[in-house]
């Protein structure tokens, strides 16, 4: 194994820092810099302390439990997990294809937590960086800062998740933790009231969106040495596919490429996801870390995700997006784009995307039809896969024949970018950390490089665009050099 | 129906016969209770529906109404006794009901949000409980049994089958299923008993069914648990 800066030669040699925790990371994560004498930086890892089991404590289960029961394991994006559980499971009860209604619904609900998911992400927790600096007035770097110097951005961006909120509660019953899907189909329609109480909104929706997307295009393109390079590593990507190589967040087949953009593979079912992708255990980290088995461990990681997406598919099937898609890939100039700071600017290209399609299932009276439910012969086992809004997410489970399940493995999507995460704050860690006095500005670099991936461990501690952070500097007999915290 | 009793401080009618309890539901006052059931014989065990009477603790489901009675119910003591109460069911068995499908419709759930119970205030005994999934129709979840023992009276003295008992005594009681093999695939259990439609909580489920209702239209999200109190 040979990741740079993953592991030192001679770690008892070095000074260790550590932020911990990380945080506006769902449950509990840390990163570690071990640095010689010369404050020259020789290994950094971002470790997820979490420990969730969720796998482990669904077997046992009946199955149609498992779509509920999964979603708690996020606040901010529970509809993926939701609805992978039930694409999975929609296998097990033989319903290959669900009623235009159901997908449609399902879809709405989706593209509903993608809008407001992204919202958040963007408006709450990154603008304050984008907008003032990364090492900008601590007191200012948040949420109420953006209010006072941007009344009007700050606004949208909660109306904007109130509204991706309202799509999933009319939806899945509820705002958050609903139970809209079951397996085989979807537990309600929309009222006529319901529909015409969101049709109300989301045409200044759509309108808001492209702003959005223009507002990160102009603070990324205001700075392109900075937003070109900070935190960059080249890697593969990968996502799903909808139909003819369209970006689609709910179904499709697994493409990937390298990082010029080169075909891994495509058109692959997923199904068969256990073929194509491999998972390691490394021993510092409760996260894994997945890669492609025809490139091993070592050339075979990859990231998903915005950043994956937006360059993977052929085109986007809704006017406005397509065209700052195509914005997007003439700025990249003709191949993929790997800052991680670009991944801001093609989520708030998506949320334009959910926004449009929102619009059209609006427009489609099957929103509203009654015809719900398909059954079919009961099956074993299923793989559902979603791309959530952080990135691909693999749900697969096995079911006996007493309806109770026995296998259940689940790739979120932040573990799927848990190597890209890794290099990121290497980058970052290497380029602003090396020789210099721990800062706050500096601890905020860090995060902003984790930030950019929106990491789906950000349920527990979303507060006021604030990770709280401890950092200690610790020279080599263990002694306290230096230390920093921000509660 | 000339005869009457006090129920914090409001006159209640009665007919000879009739419980407190039955005496109040008919007069539109809700008297929380969990094991009670209005087709079956009382019970007498859950102790909710326990009120005081002339100043002494009394189950108001097993006690005959009569006249000149002063009955304190929905006061500040009984219903933290109650409280108490709800608290230990939850934490003696598991309930999770975020993941539960009998969530909106559960009885014990309802009567937690009736009583304001907003924590488990005691330890968690997190017991292992496996689900019985053997019968093709349904699935028996022990880990929410409350011990009301509905069931048991259903299947006995309705069904007359005695697919169910409770074993064990004291803090061990559990709810069993009378077969050799310990299983409900090995009894004559079926969708037509009655005992397949009394659980008040999330034990006797139909399978496949789970969460088919969405949210808004279940039994408690429509009115809440004191709002049926002419059931009783």
């Known amino acids: ?487 | 129906m000339s005869q009457s009793f006090v129920l914090d401080g409001k006159g209640i009618p009665f007919e000879d016969g009739q419980t407190i309890l039955q005496a109040a539901g008919n007069a539109g006052v809700f008297i929380p209770h969990l094991c009670f059931h209005p087709e079956f014989k009382p019970h007498g065990s859950c102790k909710l529906c326990t009120v005081k009477v002339n100043g002494r603790h009394t189950a108001s489901c097993t006690m005959r109404a009569m006249p000149g009675m002063v009955v304190e119910s929905n006061t500040e003591e009984l219903n933290g006794e109650r409280r108490a109460l709800t608290q230990m069911l939850f934490v003696e068995g598991n309930h999770f009901c975020p993941s539960c499908e009998k969530s909106g419709n559960c009885q014990l759930q309802a009567t937690a949000y009736h009583l304001g119970m907003m924590s488990p205030h005691f330890d968690h005994f997190f017991p292992n409980r496996a689900v019985d999934a053997s019968h093709p129709e349904f699935l028996l979840d022990f880990n929410r049994c409350i011990l009301c023992s509905l069931c048991v009276r259903a299947s006995r003295d309705v069904d007359g089958k005695n697919v169910f008992a409770l074993s064990g005594r004291g803090i061990k009681t559990h709810l069993i299923v009378n077969a050799k093999s310990g299983r409900l695939a090995d009894t004559d259990f079926s969708l037509a008993d009655k005992a397949a439609s009394v659980c008040p909580v999330g034990v006797i489920l139909r399978k496949r069914q789970g969460f088919a209702v969405p949210i808004g239209e279940r039994r408690f999200d429509k009115a809440p648990i004191e709002a049926s109190a002419k059931e009783a």
């Open chain 1, 1 to 487: 194994m040979s990741f740079q800066l993953e592991t030192a030669a001679h770690p008892e040699r070095l000074r260790r820092v550590a932020i911990d925790p990380v945080s506006r990371v769902e449950g509990h994560g840390k990163v570690t810099i071990l640095l010689d004498n010369q404050n020259k930086v020789h290994q950094v890892r971002l470790h997820i302390v979490e420990f969730r089991g969720f796998e482990k404590f669904i077997q046992g289960r009946p199955y149609w439990e498992v779509p509920v029961m999964v979603q708690r394991l996020c606040g901010i994006c529970p509809v993926s997990h939701h609805l992978a559980a039930s694409k999975a499971l929609d296998l097990v009860v033989g319903a290959k294809k669900l009623t235009p209604a159901a997908e449609k619904l399902r879809r709405l609900m989706h593209y509903g937590q993608m809008l407001q998911s992204h919202a958040l992400h963007f408006f709450h927790l990154c603008s304050p960086d984008l907008l003032f600096g990364f090492d900008s007035d601590v007191t200012r770097r948040n949420i109420v800062g953006v209010a006072a110097a941007h009344p009007e951005t700050a606004k949208r961006g909660v109306l904007l998740r109130k509204f991706g909120q309202e799509v999933i509660r009319v939806t899945a019953g509820k705002r958050v933790h609903g139970t809209g899907a079951v397996p085989g189909g979807v537990n309600k329609s929309l009222t006529i009231a319901e529909r015409d109480e969101l049709l109300k909104e989301i045409y200044h929706i759509v309108q808001w969106s492209r702003e959005a997307v223009h507002l990160i295009q102009k603070v990324h393109m205001q700075d392109p040495g900075l937003y070109n390079s900070f935190g960059i590593f080249r890697s593969n990507f990968m996502s799903i596919v909808g139909n003819n190589g369209d970006l689609d967040f709910y179904h499709g087949s697994l493409r990937a490429r390298d990082d010029n953009g080169t075909l891994i593979f495509d058109g692959v079912d997923y199904q068969q996801y256990a073929k194509y992708i491999e998972e390691e255990v490394r021993p510092w980290s409760y996260m894994k870390f997945p890669f492609f088995r025809a490139l091993g461990r070592e050339k075979g990681w990859y990231k998903v995700g915005p950043l994956a997406r937006v360059q993977n598919c052929n085109q986007i099937s809704t006017p406005f997006a397509e065209h700052e898609r195509k914005e997007f890939v003439d700025y990249a100039g003709g191949s993929p784009m790997h800052a991680p700071l670009a991944y801001h600017w093609t989520r708030m290209i998506e949320m334009l995307h959910a926004a449009e399609v929102i619009k059209e299932l609006l427009h489609d009276p099957d929103i509203l039809s009654n015809d719900l439910m398909v059954h079919g012969e009961r099956q074993m086992e299923g793989v559902g896969v979603i791309e959530a809004p952080r990135g691909t997410l693999f749900h697969h489970y096995q079911v006996d024949e007493n309806d109770v399940v026995t296998m259940a493995n689940l790739i979120v999507s932040t573990t799927n970018n848990n190597q890209a995460m890794n290099e990121a704050i290497r980058h970052v860690a290497r380029r602003y950390l090396n020789g210099r006095e721990v800062t706050e500005g500096l601890l905020n670099h860090i995060e902003v490089a984790i930030r950019a991936f929106d990491p789906c461990l950000s349920c527990a501690t979303h507060a006021l665009g604030k990770m709280p952070l401890e950092v200690e500097l610790v020279d080599a007999e263990g002694g306290l050099v230096h230390a920093l915290s921000r509660s």
